[in-house]
Antibody
Framework: QVQLRESGPGLVKPSETLSLTCNVS????????WSWIRQAPGNGLEWIGY???????IYNPSLRSRVSMSLDTSKNQFSLKMTSVTAADTAVYYC???????????WGQGTLVPVSS | DIQMTQSPSTLSASVGDRVTITCRAS??????LAWYQQKPGRAPSLLIY???TLESGVPSRFSGSGSGTEFTLTISNLQADDFATYHC??????????FGQGTKVEVK
């Protein structure tokens, strides 16, 4: 059974770049859409973007100007970079797997990223 | 973007109850809808996709229905393990995927 695990810094300062990596184990990365989804404290879920195939990407239009994602199948991982963060970007960030641009059938445990000076 | 509105926001119920949660889309999404269960401090877990298809391993007391703009998640014979927050998600092609705000099922 596939397992996903997020890793990254525990704290990011305002105006800096948030960087996260998701390590995938127990399954192939080929043929799936790999996503980042976040959940601000007490709020609902917000999709950030997909990376798939050899590195094609689709981003949420509301975040597109600040987000980039990449895929490294040789390391079984994919990554998120979000620039110019503010306190509004404080959230639990999840990585997830999708069978196409559809539902998400496997999720990481999530990592809380506070944005604070 | 397609807006997803869940109701109610909170639902109080007892073990054994039949529970229904509604999710409405701001425009037709055919059957491109999924439901997730989320417990405190945990990631969401997929319950249903394509509006009514049960994910493997999910108990049969969970069911989904609907098409177009109105969808329901029903839990028949609510169990103690089912007290959680439930989210709907639309994945209509050519639109950014979006989630509802969540429905918390709490102990009455």
């Amino acid at each position: 059974q596939v397992q996903l695990r997020e890793s990254g810094p525990g704290l990011v300062k305002p105006s800096e770049t948030l960087s996260l990596t998701c390590n995938v184990s127990g399954g192939s990365m080929s043929g799936y859409y790999w996503s980042w989804i976040r959940q601000a404290p007490g709020n609902g879920l917000e999709w950030i973007g997909y990376v798939y195939n050899a590195g094609s990407t689709i981003y949420n239009p509301s975040l597109r100007s600040r987000v980039s994602m990449s895929l490294d199948t040789s390391k079984n991982q994919f990554s998120l970079k979000m620039t110019s963060v503010t306190a509004a970007d404080t959230a639990v960030y999840y990585c997830a797997r999708g069978v196409g641009a559809a539902d998400f059938d496997s999720w990481g445990q999530g990592t809380l990223v506070p944005v604070s000076s | 973007d397609i807006q997803m509105t869940q109701s109610p926001s909170t639902l109080s119920a007892s073990v054994g109850d039949r529970v229904t949660i509604t999710c409405r889309a701001s425009q037709s999404i055919t059957n491109y809808l999924a439901w997730y269960q989320q417990k405190p401090g945990r990631a969401p877990s997929l319950l249903i996709y394509k509006a009514s298809t049960l994910e493997s391993g999910v108990p049969s007391r969970f069911s989904g229905s609907g098409s177009g703009t109105e969808f329901t998640l029903t839990i028949s014979n609510l169990q103690a393990d089912d007290f959680a927050t439930y989210h709907c998600q639309q994945y209509n092609p050519n639109s950014p995927t979006t989630f509802g705000q969540g429905t918390k099922v709490e102990v009455k």
